[in-house]
Antibody
Framework: EVQLVESGGDLVQPGGSLRLSCATS????????MTWVRQAPGKGLEWVAN????????YYVDSVKGRFTISRDNAQNSLSLQMNSLRVEDTAIYYC????????????WGQGTLVTVSS | EIVMTQFPASLSLSPGEGASLSCKSS??????LAWHQQKPGQAPRLVIY???TRATGVPARFGGSGSGTEFTLTISSPQSEDFGVYYC?????????FGPGTKLGIK
């Protein structure tokens, strides 16, 4: 069974930092492109960042470029998101998600971790 | 970037009454369209991909159709566990993008 388990969400002040982690199991992690998707309170889904299977390429939504860094450890089957210079508008549930091996379709989701940016 | 729109924004049905949810893309995305279901307080779950293929474990009452720019998710005789918000997602072009969702509720 595919499992994605996020952790690291917390309450942080504007300008602060957080590191989110996603532990995975039940599939061959190194063969999947991975992504982070967020959902602000009461809002829809927004793609945040993704990383290629071998970690060689990374892409970000414009609003987080230069502040967030996505990374992965294929030996540990884990995905991370380093979030710096956090803003109030970054407040959201952050989901770790897996993309299909043959497309960019999200086929598995973690349960999410809540990041609250507030003074 | 491809913009996805969904309508209606909300839909109230009686259990067993058929549902039809629409999704449109701003550009041709072929059949690279998925539907995700999200129940309150839960993570999304993939329901349909490739516009019409049911994901593993999804009941046969869920059906998807369409290609190009117009897509439809149909739920025949919705059960209580089917109510929630449905998001369409295009994955033809990067970045992937989601529609704003259709909330399917109980009348």
């Amino acid at each position: 069974e595919v499992q994605l388990v996020e952790s690291g969400g917390d309450l942080v002040q504007p300008g602060g930092s957080l590191r989110l982690s996603c532990a995975t199991s039940g599939f061959t992690f190194s063969t999947h492109l991975m992504t982070w998707v967020r959902q602000a309170p009461g809002k829809g889904l927004e793609w945040v960042a993704n990383i290629k299977e071998d970690g060689s390429d990374k892409y970000y939504v414009d609003s987080v470029k230069g502040r967030f860094t996505i990374s992965r450890d294929n030996a540990q089957n884990s995905l991370s998101l380093q979030m710096n210079s956090l803003r109030v508008e970054d407040t959201a549930i952050y989901y770790c998600a897996r993309l299909q091996t043959t497309s960019w379709c999200v086929d598995s989701w973690g349960q999410g971790t809540l990041v609250t940016v507030s003074s | 970037e491809i913009v996805m729109t969904q309508f209606p924004a909300s839909l109230s049905l009686s259990p067993g009454e058929g549902a039809s949810l629409s999704c449109k893309s701003s550009h041709n995305i072929s059949s690279n369209l998925a539907w995700h279901q999200q129940k309150p307080g839960q993570a999304p779950r993939l329901v349909i991909y490739g516009a019409s293929t049911r994901a593993t474990g999804v009941p046969a009452r869920f059906g998807g159709s369409g290609s190009g720019t117009e897509f439809t998710l149909t739920i025949s005789s919705p059960q209580s566990e089917d109510f929630g918000v449905y998001y369409c997602q295009q994955y033809n072009n990067w970045p992937i993008s989601f529609g704003p969702g259709t909330k399917l509720g109980i009348k």
